[in-house]
């Protein structure tokens, strides 16, 4: 499923997803529903969000194991830009 507002996907749709994908989010609204919904809180995926560089994105997998006390959370992952060279390659394609 892909769109571009989470305020309009069901919640119940997005909490029995493995992976979602996120890129830039501008509403503040649509980063809260989509961070409640996968149980994150909604200030550290705010912040997550704001970190992201052109072209950048979150992956979150929801079958990634929790974390034990002092581990890092493994299910949300920042991801780069492809590297240009990729890029140019897939347009000459």
């Excluded at 890129?23 to 909604?42: Q, Y």
């Excluded at 991801?79 to 140019?88: H, K, S, Y």
Aim: charged share 30%; proline share 10%.
């Amino acid at each position: 499923m892909c769109g571009p507002r989470p305020q309009s996907i069901d919640p119940l749709c997005v909490q029995q997803c493995d992976l979602i994908y996120v890129f830039e989010l501008l509403n503040p609204s649509d980063r809260t529903r989509l961070a409640e919904s996968i149980g994150w809180d909604p200030r550290d995926f705010d912040a997550a969000i704001e970190n992201l560089g052109p072209h950048e994105y979150l992956r979150f997998d929801a079958n990634e194991q929790r974390p034990e006390d002092g581990e890092d959370d493994l299910r949300l992952i920042h991801f780069p830009a492809l590297p240009q060279d990729l890029v140019d390659a897939a347009r000459a394609a």
